[in-house]
């Protein structure tokens, strides 16, 4: 089966500090995509950042990066100068050639002024 | 464009009623899903169509559950005789068929069933 675990279910972050958030992920496909989604208090879920698993490089958007060890399934996020914006559950997703995207139980990030 | 709307955001309801929800999907977006998310917990996949066909349907989609897309468009999802293990809230998303196909989310019905 495919799951997707994030082990730290609350994280604090100093504004324009850096936080990792973890995501591990268990799989026997090759194939498949990984993502981070955000979802702020009482708002919608966002798109933070993608992954191809066939991609080597790592993922950057601005701010945010992740780091893919696909042999350790591993696909943290990486939030450089936090600001009091980023405050929201953070979501780490996984997708094969199929539509059932696997969600873990999410990360609260609280960022201190 | 407005992104994937969602209607009614909020919803109460006793036990054994039946409830609807609507999604409007990104226009230009032929793929929509429906996720159920509780409290504490990620979104969990129901279902999706790809235009008007409903493609995949998981375990967790029970005979009360029924969801339509009827002209490819905007999809309903209905709850016959609700139960308060129906409590959630649930997150319709959107994705073109290429790709990484990104879901883009709705901002959801919240549903509490007394």
């Known amino acids: 089966a495919q799951t997707v675990t994030q082990s730290q279910p609350e994280m604090s972050v100093q504004e324009a500090e850096t936080v990792t958030l973890s995501c591990t992920y268990d799989?026997?496909?090759?194939?498949?995509?990984l993502f981070w989604y955000k979802q702020p208090p009482s708002r919608q879920m966002i798109l933070v950042i993608r992954?191809?698993?066939?991609?080597?490089q790592n993922a950057t958007e601005n701010r945010f990066s992740v780091n893919f060890q696909k042999a350790a399934k591993s696909f943290s996020l990486k939030i450089s100068d936090s600001q009091l914006g980023d405050a929201a559950m953070y979501f780490c997703?996984?997708?094969?050639?199929?539509?059932?995207?696997?969600f873990g139980a999410g990360t609260r990030l609280t960022v201190k002024p | 464009d407005t992104g994937v709307s969602q209607d009614p955001r909020h919803k109460i309801t006793k036990r054994g009623q039946n409830v609807t929800f609507r999604c409007d999907p990104i226009?230009?977006?032929?793929?929509l899903y429906w996720y159920r998310q509780t409290l504490g917990q990620g979104p969990e996949f129901l279902t999706y169509?790809?235009?008007?066909?409903?493609?995949?349907k998981s375990r967790l989609l029970s005979d009360r559950f029924s969801a339509e897309r009827p002209k490819g468009s905007f999809s309903t999802l209905e709850i016959q005789r609700t139960e308060q293990g129906d409590s959630a809230m649930y997150l319709c998303?959107?994705?073109?068929?290429?790709?990484?196909?990104?879901?883009?989310f709705g901002p959801g019905t919240r549903l509490t069933v007394t």
């Open positions: 998303a959107s994705s073109s068929t290429g790709g990484a196909r990104v879901k883009y």
């Open positions: 799989t026997s496909e090759s194939d498949y995509y």
């Open positions: 992954q191809e698993a066939y991609k080597q």
């Open positions: 997703a996984y997708r094969v050639n199929n539509n059932d995207m696997r």
């Open positions: 226009s230009e977006h032929n793929r």
């Open positions: 169509f790809q235009n008007e066909a409903q493609l995949e």
